[in-house]
Nanobody, 123 residues
Framework: VQLQASGGGLVQAGGSLRLSCQAS????????MGWFRQAPGKEREFVST????????LYANSVKGRFSISRDNAKNTVYLQMNSLKPEDTAVYYC?????????????????WGQGTQVTVSS
């Protein structure tokens, strides 16, 4: 399974971006997908995850109410809509997927990772 993340960029505080992550290869829509991020000098942290049918979503407290995760299984793609961005959202954002299993906020639960896309929020 290969994951290709895109949509990052430079945005002013208060702005919006939408990240996309398309899966290819031996994919399955019956799995959870998630987003993590890593800021300079910090550990990678959980951002959001979505179940295979979109019925269950989880968010980190730091992004709740500002970010929204969704997926289109016909396109093997998961999205992260990021609104009201803050400078502290600056990070490399990674998408990930599990071989099997429900939503999870632990990095170790995910089996495949994309290459990351840079999001920079200026103040």
């Amino acid at each position: 399974v290969q994951l290709q993340a895109s949509g990052g960029g430079l945005v002013q505080a208060g702005g919006s971006l939408r990240l996309s992550c398309q899966a290819s290869g031996r994919t399955s829509s019956a799995n959870a997908m998630g987003w993590f991020r890593q800021a300079p000098g910090k550990e990678r942290e959980f951002v959001s995850t979505i179940s295979w049918n979109g019925g269950t979503t989880l968010y980190a407290n730091s992004v709740k109410g500002r970010f929204s995760i969704s997926r289109d299984n016909a396109k093997n793609t998961v999205y992260l809509q990021m609104n009201s961005l803050k400078p502290e959202d600056t990070a490399v954002y990674y998408c990930a997927t599990r071989r099997v299993g429900a939503v999870a906020n632990l990095e170790s639960a995910y089996d495949y990772w994309g290459q990351g896309t840079q999001v920079t929020v200026s103040s």
